[in-house]
């Protein structure tokens, strides 16, 4: 599962990285290629160098990745209930605790590989999920890793991530309800950023 999220936030990382817009199953492969490639070879994360998985994250913007719907999808009703300055501060704090959760986990790559479904774009089509799988070097059991992306512009954008059929996102949802259930809106931002804080004091340790 560890080494799912950090495939997960390199992807992210990399889309940054392409100028020119391609098919959202091409762009998945690529950025994943690139993603095993620097995984295999960079000896500080392979060694467990946190902080620098941090910075790379923090170095590298997500410009492709909408954590503004993200945000809106864990919190469900809950979203209309914030002010746009809660919003901002939910999404910003929602994304922090995402990417620290991510970089931590790009340590733990065995030398995984990556199987890519068949995939189809239909004309006009603007919300898709692009379907790979994560085989085991063991011979274990494969993992389903799927990619719901959506097109803005000339952009395609992550917005959600099912690992096992278990949407990433969605997966908050019954915890940021029972926050804002006890604490408020208000409640829920302290909690974020107090986790936040903890891996700031974690990764200074790494």
């Not at 995939?119 to 389903?144: A, C, H, M, N, Y």
């Amino acid at each position: 599962m560890k080494f799912i999220v950090g495939l997960i936030t390199f992807f992210v990382l990399s889309v940054a990285a392409l100028a020119q817009e391609v098919a959202p199953d091409a762009l998945i492969r690529s950025v994943t290629d690139e993603v095993l490639e620097i995984v295999r070879t960079d000896k500080d994360l392979k060694s467990g160098n946190t902080r620098k998985a941090l910075e790379l994250v923090d170095t590298r913007v997500l410009p492709h990745f909408n954590f503004t719907r993200m945000t809106q999808l864990a919190l469900g009703r809950e979203w209309r209930k914030a002010s746009p300055a809660q919003q901002k501060l939910l999404t910003d704090e929602f994304r922090e605790l995402l990417v620290r959760t991510y970089s931590k986990a790009l340590t733990e790559y065995k030398n995984q590989t990556i199987a890519y479904k068949p995939f189809s774009l239909k004309s006009g089509e603007v919300d898709v999920k692009v379907r790979t799988e994560i085989r085991q070097p063991s011979g274990g059991k494969p993992i389903e890793l799927d990619y719901y992306l959506e097109k803005k512009g000339n952009d395609w954008k992550v917005y959600d991530i099912e690992v096992g059929g278990i949407s990433l996102v969605m997966n908050y949802r019954d915890t940021f309800a029972s926050e804002v259930s006890s604490g408020g809106i208000d409640g829920l931002v302290k909690t974020l950023q107090a986790k936040n804080r903890a891996g700031d004091t974690a990764a200074t340790k790494k």
